[in-house]
């Protein structure tokens, strides 16, 4: 895994600024199937990883990449000399599976603290950080978790999800913080570690709590 690389904070805001459009994905999956939202993910993702690799082969596509998205992307993003993947695929691909693995009101909790969380831990991070922790800072992993604590209290209102929601949700969000913080180490893309150790979480505490007979919530959103 590259090393952090940081770009100009207003660069890194517009990033971020597309990155919260990618909200479109938990909402829209929110009135849809799984199988619907499987099919709408699938071609965009192969849509996404195909650009890629031409940015890599094709003087052409680069050329118009480079115009439109060049002063967004990270230098690791830029690279020539060998193929790395783009926060946008790994986005996509993230919410693909986690559509294919995860019950639907797990995906959603977690793509959306993806988004959501990931572009507080990075904005909040950058300015105010000034205590390490991991491979970022004490004060965007707190806004990190004040702000995934956020999501997981209007999903579960939403839905009407009980105590057991609230209590996995968060738990997942403070892993989900630490999964941030440490993604240089842990060698992955937190656009997709993030999700599926959040989501991955939930779910088992979903399963722990309904062998303890306590509020199921898996069954939402079907």
Same mark, same amino acid.
């Given at each position: 895994?590259?090393?952090?690389?940081?770009?100009?904070?207003?660069?890194?805001?517009?990033r971020?600024?597309?990155?919260?459009?990618?909200?479109?994905?938990?909402?829209?999956?929110?009135?849809?199937?799984?199988?619907?939202?499987?099919?709408?993910?699938? +071609?965009?993702?192969?849509?996404?990883?195909?650009?890629?690799?031409?940015?890599?082969?094709?003087?052409?596509?680069?050329?118009?990449?480079?115009?439109?998205?060049?002063?967004?992307?990270?230098?690791?993003?830029?690279?020539?000399?060998?193929?790395?993947?783009?926060?946008?695929?790994?986005?996509?691909?993230?919410?693909?599976?986690?559509?294919?693995?995860?019950?639907?009101?797990?995906?959603?909790?977690?793509?959306?603290?993806?988004?959501?969380?990931?572009?507080?831990?990075?904005?909040?991070?950058?300015?105010?950080?000034?205590?390490?922790?991991?491979?970022?800072s004490?004060?965007?992993?707190?806004?990190?978790?004040?702000?995934?604590?956020?999501?997981?209290?209007?999903?579960?209102?939403?839905?009407g999800?009980?105590?057991?929601?609230?209590?996995?949700?968060?738990?997942?969000?403070?892993?989900?913080?630490?999964?941030?913080?440490?993604?240089?180490?842990?060698?992955?893309?937190?656009?997709?570690?993030? +999700?599926?150790?959040?989501?991955?979480?939930?779910?088992?505490?979903?399963?722990?709590?309904?062998?303890?007979?306590?509020?199921?919530?898996?069954?939402?959103?079907?």
């Amino acid at each position: 895994m590259h090393k952090t690389e940081e770009i100009p904070y207003t660069q890194e805001i517009l990033r971020k600024l597309i990155h919260i459009s990618s909200l479109a994905i938990p909402i829209i999956y929110s009135f849809v199937s799984r199988e619907v939202g499987i099919m709408i993910l699938t +071609p965009m993702t192969l849509v996404s990883i195909v650009l890629d690799v031409l940015m890599h082969k094709s003087e052409g596509v680069r050329r118009i990449m480079l115009g439109v998205f060049g002063k967004l992307l990270r230098p690791h993003e830029l690279r020539q000399d060998k193929i790395l993947l783009n926060g946008a695929s790994y986005v996509l691909m993230s919410a693909l599976l986690c559509v294919i693995v995860f019950p639907k009101i797990v995906a959603i909790t977690a793509f959306s603290i993806l988004i959501v969380s990931d572009t507080c831990a990075a904005l909040y991070g950058r300015k105010f950080g000034r205590h390490p922790f991991l491979d970022k800072s004490r004060e965007g992993a707190f806004a990190f978790v004040v702000s995934a604590a956020a999501v997981v209290a209007v999903i579960g209102a939403l839905t009407g999800a009980g105590w057991t929601f609230f209590v996995a949700g968060v738990i997942g969000s403070i892993v989900g913080a630490v999964v941030e913080a440490g993604s240089i180490r842990l060698r992955m893309d937190d656009n997709f570690s993030i +999700p599926m150790f959040t989501g991955g979480l939930m779910w088992v505490l979903a399963l722990l709590f309904e062998s303890l007979t306590q509020p199921g919530f898996v069954a939402l959103m079907k």
